[in-house]
């Protein structure tokens, strides 16, 4: 059985991999996967993703992979050797899924599709040429997409979690980002659920940045966070 502090993962977003590994050791044991980032990874952040793996870490690569087949299949192997977990990947398209599919080969990394990124709108949908789905539509369209090439998992706002339930089934991952634990600050997240609300929309992980690393306690945080679940508030 999953305990609560096993759905988090917490978002190393920092601009240092000093300040990341310093979060990381305060955390370590108290949370189910570390995520590293872009911002992280162009600052020396695979060398931390290594150093957790092999301190026993589970490590999600938020790398949101896009590029010709032939790229994308690469990459993802070069990932798979790394050790980590999970490895996002854009599903827009089956050719991109399908290549990512082929590199991971019959190691234990976990795909995660993005479904549609949820700062984008029905008139960024149009500008994209996208005009027939709206966001919510499109990310449902998606998951199944991603579902069908052989993803363990999508990424989705915790809005959609629910019909994306319905859509990809029980066995698929569901993971949430745009968390706040009830009466916290927003910040710049717009469409945000609680922990507990999450979960039960269908969400298996959360992924958790700010509310747990900006925290005058991140391990009080989580605590905190962990207890809201129990309670389902
Ligand atoms: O600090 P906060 O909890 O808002 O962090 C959220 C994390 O989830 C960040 O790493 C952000 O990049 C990521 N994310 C998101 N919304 C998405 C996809 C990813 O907030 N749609």
Same mark, same amino acid.
């Given at each position: 059985?999953?305990?609560?502090?096993?759905?988090?993962?917490? *978002?190393?977003?920092?601009?240092?991999?000093?300040? *990341?590994?310093?979060?990381?050791?305060?955390?370590?044991?108290?949370?189910?996967?570390?995520?590293?980032?872009?911002?992280?990874?162009?600052?020396?952040?695979?060398?931390?993703?290594?150093?957790?793996?092999?301190?026993?870490?589970?490590?999600?690569?938020?790398? #949101?992979?896009?590029?010709?087949?032939?790229?994308?299949?690469?990459?993802?192997?070069?990932?798979?050797?790394?050790?980590?977990?999970?490895?996002? @990947?854009?599903? @827009?398209?089956?050719?991109? $899924?399908?290549?990512?599919?082929?590199?991971?080969?019959?190691?234990?990394?976990?795909?995660?599709? @993005?479904?549609?990124?949820?700062?984008?709108?029905?008139?960024?949908? #149009?500008?994209?040429?996208?005009?027939?789905?709206?966001?919510?539509?499109?990310?449902?369209?998606?998951?199944?997409?991603?579902?069908?090439?052989?993803?363990?998992?999508?990424?989705?706002?915790?809005? !959609?979690?629910?019909?994306?339930?319905?859509?990809?089934?029980?066995?698929?991952?569901?993971?949430?980002?745009?968390?706040?634990?009830?009466?916290?600050?927003?910040?710049?997240?717009?469409?945000? $659920?609680?922990?507990?609300?999450?979960?039960? /929309?269908?969400?298996?992980?959360?992924?958790?940045?700010?509310?747990?690393?900006?925290?005058?306690?991140?391990?009080?945080?989580? !605590? /905190?966070?962990? *207890?809201?679940?129990?309670?389902?508030?």
């Amino acid at each position: 059985m999953i305990t609560p502090k096993e759905r988090i993962i917490v *978002a190393l977003d920092f601009r240092s991999v000093r300040e *990341a590994r310093d979060m990381s050791n305060r955390l370590k044991g108290r949370v189910g996967v570390f995520k590293i980032g872009m911002e992280l990874v162009y600052s020396g952040g695979l060398e931390l993703a290594v150093e957790l793996v092999e301190g026993g870490d589970q490590v999600f690569l938020d790398l #949101k992979l896009l590029d010709i087949g032939h790229t994308v299949m690469q990459a993802t192997k070069a990932v798979a050797r790394l050790g980590v977990s999970f490895l996002t @990947v854009h599903a @827009v398209d089956e050719k991109t $899924m399908t290549a990512a599919v082929e590199g991971r080969g019959d190691s234990a990394l976990k795909l995660l599709g @993005v479904t549609v990124m949820t700062n984008l709108d029905i008139d960024d949908l #149009k500008q994209q040429g996208i005009a027939e789905h709206s966001p919510s539509q499109l990310a449902i369209k998606r998951a199944q997409m991603a579902a069908n090439c052989g993803f363990e998992g999508v990424i989705t706002s915790g809005h !959609e979690a629910s019909a994306i339930r319905d859509t990809i089934g029980a066995d698929k991952l569901i993971i949430t980002p745009g968390i706040r634990p009830a009466g916290a600050d927003i910040g710049d997240q717009s469409r945000v $659920m609680t922990p507990a609300r999450a979960l039960s /929309a269908g969400a298996d992980y959360l992924v958790i940045g700010r509310p747990i690393t900006q925290a005058d306690d991140p391990v009080a945080a989580v !605590e /905190a966070i962990a *207890a809201q679940i129990e309670v389902g508030a």
